[in-house]
């Protein structure tokens, strides 16, 4: 540290982080919507962690004699070809679709940020190439780009999340390479290079914090999506093999029982429906909240 | 200046093409394994078919020549042969490409129909209950995974009521001879009324499935892009000058508005492109969708690599004309 650094430390990103989780909390509890959603979206993580205490039955246990039973108070919502528990299977699933949400999120937001971060403030070889690789893969619509990778690489879990990942980054990565490129011409920026403070410390505790909530935002807003991605990949057989309960899975297996057995199909579709609803209504409202450019009308 | 733009845009697409197809060329090489092995599976085979194959696929020689041989075949307009059904996928993909076309052009129908008068009215009062409506409602169709919905409309639409066919583009016993390949032009062609009411009953559920989700997207913009167009002076002055608020709408805001509208449409017929191939698998719709997720699960591996990149090359030339026409409409637009 030199004589500057000592006589003007930088200290402000602490104070932003705590007032804007102070304003999400406020600002999502003030509103109905918000609430909801936030308290949705904590049930159905309750329901994955706490998968075998919750379902009341075990979600792989077959039992013929009542295969295809309608709703009852032993099943509610019924069992599928198999006699498998629908119920317990749904709340199951939601392990699947969280776990590769999530994951596939923080894969993509943390090196899609990186790359962008490091590729707008250093330029060069590194920006180049991030840029062609950009073009390259948007040249693929999403659904097609996955099921490709999924029918080259085989089915599973970890597959999945890589085949959704090494396109998912890219958002990330232009999000982070604007925002930085704005920021890094700010006068802070500046002020802090005029320091000598060294290049690492500038981005990770100067332009990082400014640029986290947006990516933020984005990250939450992105999550809805892969789930619904990762399901309609399970849906057409080549995601999560069918060894493990999944929504998408679940809703193809009840496609070929729809006119005799509705619930089959119907119930892992609207447990996915509320989820990514609610995650959505969330990053909707945490939008707003962080970010005012937003407000809606 | 403009011709140079549109001529440098041009120009960005063919290396974004060439790695597309660099990239198709090296998915053969993802499997886990000898692709031959995979592909013919272990059922019996002699080591004289293996090597047969491999010669097909070229496999025998260095990467280098395998590369090479490929890009060959390519400019011949060469995309292969299948190793299940022994012909040239260029054939099975011209076979359903038609009807995929079909469905995305009726899904774009759909999404439009629905879209453009909700934004509409939506926009004309922000704030107010219809616009709440407007703006929830298409949350929720964002939100909403597109394969279910498909099965809630079969469930709804086709098991009660029993009206509309749930697989396929026409009834069996309808005998239509094949022109382009478009259904409805070869029934309109061939004067068929009761094929093209056939077509139409077929065409109308996929094309909801889709076209609903499409629209919740699509809703939005229109409706930003229209509080966009209402805001601006040219506004204020047509009504300054007397003209009634239904023509200002119409005429003078909702044109303007289109324009934006328009582009995120044409960028979004990839995905459309794309989310096509699970509704085709839904209705069971003879498109290149599900041509693919057939040949996925026949290990057909040479269609899957083919059809993936004919889908990314489309897409490529969809963005590349929106953006070439957003630059002729608009001359300050920056391309690049």
Redesign the interface.
């Known amino acids: 540290m030199n004589a500057l650094q000592m006589l003007y430390p930088i200290q402000r990103h602490g104070i932003r982080a705590f007032s804007s989780i102070n304003r999400l909390s406020a600002g999502l509890g003030a509103e109905p919507v918000g609430l909801i959603a936030g308290v949705i979206v904590v049930i159905y993580v309750l329901a994955a962690v706490l998968a075998p205490l919750v379902a009341p039955h075990n979600p792989g246990a077959t039992d013929l004699a009542v295969r295809l039973a309608p709703p009852s108070r032993a099943h509610w919502f019924g069992t599928d070809a198999l006699g498998r528990d629908v119920l317990s299977r749904t709340v199951f699933g939601a392990r699947v679709s969280i776990l590769v949400g999530v994951l596939t999120v923080g894969i993509a937001a943390v090196v899609g940020t990186v790359l962008g971060m490091l590729g707008a403030y250093f330029r060069g070889g590194l920006d180049m190439i991030g840029a ?1 690789l950009v ?2 893969l948007q ?7 996955a ?3 999924m ?4 089915p599973g879990f970890w597959n999945l999340i890589w085949a959704l990942a090494l396109k998912g980054w890219i958002e990330f990565y232009r999000l982070a390479r604007g925002e930085t490129l704005s920021q890094a011409s700010e006068e802070y920026v500046e002020a802090a290079r005029a320091m000598g403070y060294p290049s690492s410390w500038i981005l990770l505790s100067e332009i990082l914090p400014n640029i986290m909530n947006t990516v933020a935002v984005v990250a939450m807003l992105r999550l ?1 999506f892969f789930m ?1 991605l990762e ?2 990949l399970s ?4 995601g999560i093999p069918p060894s493990i309960p999944a929504w998408g899975s679940m ?1 193809n297996d ?2 070929h029982v ?2 005799i057995a ?1 619930w089959v ?2 119930i892992p ?1 609207l447990a ?2 509320v989820l ?2 609610a995650i ?2 969330l990053g ?1 409202r945490v939008r707003e909240i962080l970010d005012p450019r937003w407000k ?2 | 200046m403009q011709l140079v733009r549109i001529l440098r845009r041009v120009l960005f697409a063919i290396p974004v093409a060439l790695g597309v197809a660099v990239l198709a060329f090296f998915s053969l090489h993802l499997l886990p394994g000898d692709p031959v092995q995979i592909m013919l599976g272990d059922t019996n085979t002699s080591v004289a078919q293996i090597q047969a194959m491999q010669r097909q696929l070229h496999l025998d020689q260095p990467l280098h020549v395998q590369l090479a041989l490929f890009f060959g075949q390519l400019a011949r307009g060469n995309l292969g042969a299948s190793i299940v059904q022994q012909r040239p996928v260029s054939a099975m993909i011209a076979e359903t490409l038609p009807a995929t076309i079909e469905l995305t052009a009726a899904t774009l129908v759909v999404a439009i129909v629905i879209a453009v008068p909700l934004g509409l009215v939506s926009a004309i009062r922000p704030g107010s209950w219809i616009d709440r409506t407007v703006l929830s409602t298409s949350l929720l169709g964002a939100s909403m995974p597109a394969f279910w919905f498909g099965l809630l409309l079969i469930l709804f639409l086709a098991v009660d009521a029993r009206a509309l066919p749930t697989s396929g583009r026409i009834d069996s016993t309808i005998g239509l001879q094949p022109v382009t390949g478009f259904m409805v032009v070869d029934s309109l062609l061939a004067q068929n009324w009761g094929a093209l009411l056939s077509v139409l009953r077929h065409l109308i559920m996929p094309a909801l499935t889709l076209g609903v989700v499409f629209a919740a997207v699509l809703v939005r913009t229109i409706r930003s892009s229209m509080l966009d167009a209402m805001r601006r002076q040219y506004i204020t002055t047509a009504r300054a000058k007397g003209v009634s608020e239904t023509v200002v709408i119409v005429k003078h805001a909702l044109r303007n508005a289109l324009i934006p509208a328009v582009t995120v449409a044409g960028l979004q017929v990839g995905e459309l492109l794309g989310g096509n191939m699970i509704v085709e698998t839904v209705f069971a719709w003879p498109g290149v969708g599900r041509l693919v997720v057939n040949s996925i699960f026949a290990k057909d591996y040479v269609v899957v690599q083919a059809a993936v990149m004919l889908y990314a090359i489309t897409y490529v030339a969809a963005n590349l004309v929106v953006d070439v026409a957003y630059a002729a409409l608009d001359p300050q637009m920056e391309l690049g």
Not at chain 1, 139 to 145: E, V
Not at chain 1, 151 to 154: P, R, S, V
Not at chain 1, 235 to 238: I, W
């Open positions: 062609r073009e390259l040249a693929f619509p999403y659904l097609i780009f099921v490709a990778m029918a080259f690489l085989g809805g619904v399901a309609s849906f057409l057989g080549v809703i009840g496609r729809l006119f509705w199909s119907t579709g996915l429906l990514v609803l959505n209504l909707e809606t009308a």
